[in-house]
């Protein structure tokens, strides 16, 4: 379970060094709540001189994990999903409603993020038909448990030309649940959204109005501003997710990696049950570590748009979908992670 955390580290890191400007800010959230006080990360030496905190990272069950950087030589990437579910669902298949694709180039020290709609048209492997992108989690767990992952990762990869190397997954508690115990986000917008059927967690509705303007969100209503579809499309839901991460990093820019390791704990109680990843913390310590030297210039983030993508009505069932301009995604993928993107 550390290891979300760990994710979470690496990811902010990631986020700290992209720029955003100084808001005036309307607060419709309270914000007067302050960070986690900082668990003072410890800083003894171990009996060959390591220090904890500074050289090894220390377990609750006392096994050391070296704070060196990753040395691998080639991509890492990892594909992070929001998981479409209630809190009936438990143990239950559910779509994806967000995708983001993150890869690390540690030769290039580069940074690539792409956002990906819910609704892109692809080939899911092991089936014959086109289908969304958010059901190929769904159908993989609906073949096995613990199979939704697996068969998210090859889609990607399949229709997108990359090797996915890992995945992170959080459902809607462990989005409000983050932001709130950051005490709330800062996000800026130049358009009102009004969306009176907006779903809540009990398969009814839960409007959500926010003016063109500067606001403060928690938890429940940074969930909705990521969510929200109606009125726009899935190009500008990915845009706002993009701009919780920028807040986000607002809210934690002033700490440093070992204040973030020190405040694991009541993250992972926090967040645990509500996040599933397949990486181990010691790849993730290494990879936060190699994330907060790369310079700003080198983290690109990028939303798959309607310059790549084309609106489509389905024959069967009349499904509103987003067909890829396939012979265009290669210009999209250079421009996000290089052009040996698919090494």
């Known amino acids: 379970m550390i290891s979300v955390f760990g994710f979470l580290v690496l990811a902010m890191f990631v986020l700290i060094r992209i720029p955003q400007s100084i808001q005036e800010v309307i607060p419709t959230a309270d914000l007067r709540s302050a960070l986690p006080t900082p668990v003072d990360a410890r800083n003894e030496y171990i009996a060959d001189g390591r220090r904890v905190g500074v050289d090894v990272l220390q377990l ?24 479409d579910r209630r809190p009936d669902q438990t143990g239950e ?6 995708l983001m694709l993150v890869s690390i180039d540690p030769s290039r020290n580069r940074i690539g993020v792409l956002s990906i ?22 159908l993989g767990e609906s073949r096995a448990t613990g199979y939704g ?44 959204i009004n969306d009176e059927r907006y779903p809540d967690m009990n398969y009814g509705y839960d409007p959500f109005y926010l003016p063109a303007g500067n606001h403060v969100l928690d938890g429940r ?30 809210r934690i820019q002033n700490l440093n990696f070992l204040q973030l390791i020190g405040q694991a704990p009541a993250l992972l ?25 790369i ?24 499904q509103q979908v987003l067909v890829p301009r396939v012979e265009r995604l290669p210009i999209l993928l250079s421009q996000t992670f290089g052009d040996d993107y698919g090494r």
């Open 295 to 318: 310079e700003l210039d080198d983290i690109n983030m990028r939303v798959m748009d309607f310059e790549y993508l084309e609106e489509y009505v389905t024959e069967e069932y009349q």
């Open 60 to 83: 609750d069950d006392g096994s050391l994990i070296e704070m060196i950087p990753w040395d691998g030589q080639s991509r890492y990437t990892v594909i992070v999903g929001g998981l």
């Open 117 to 138: 709609p819910r609704d892109l048209w692809v080939r899911i492997p092991e089936q014959e038909e086109h289908d969304r992108i958010n059901r190929a989690y769904f």
């Open 93 to 98: 298949p559910v779509r994806t409603d967000s």
């Open 149 to 192: 992952p697996r068969l998210l990762q090859q889609t990607v990869s399949w229709n997108l030309g990359m090797r996915i190397h890992n995945y992170v997954l959080v459902d809607f508690q462990a989005v409000i649940d983050l932001v709130d115990h950051l005490g709330g986000i800062e996000i800026t917008i130049d358009y009102t």
């Open 269 to 293: 109680a926090t967040l645990g049950e509500h996040v599933q990843t397949g990486l181990e913390l010691e790849q993730i310590v290494q990879l936060a570590l190699l994330v907060k030297d």
């Open 221 to 250: 209503d940074t969930l909705r501003f990521a969510r929200t579809r109606h009125g726009n499309n899935d190009v500008r839901r990915a845009e706002r997710q993009q701009m919780i991460l920028y807040s986000i990093r607002e």
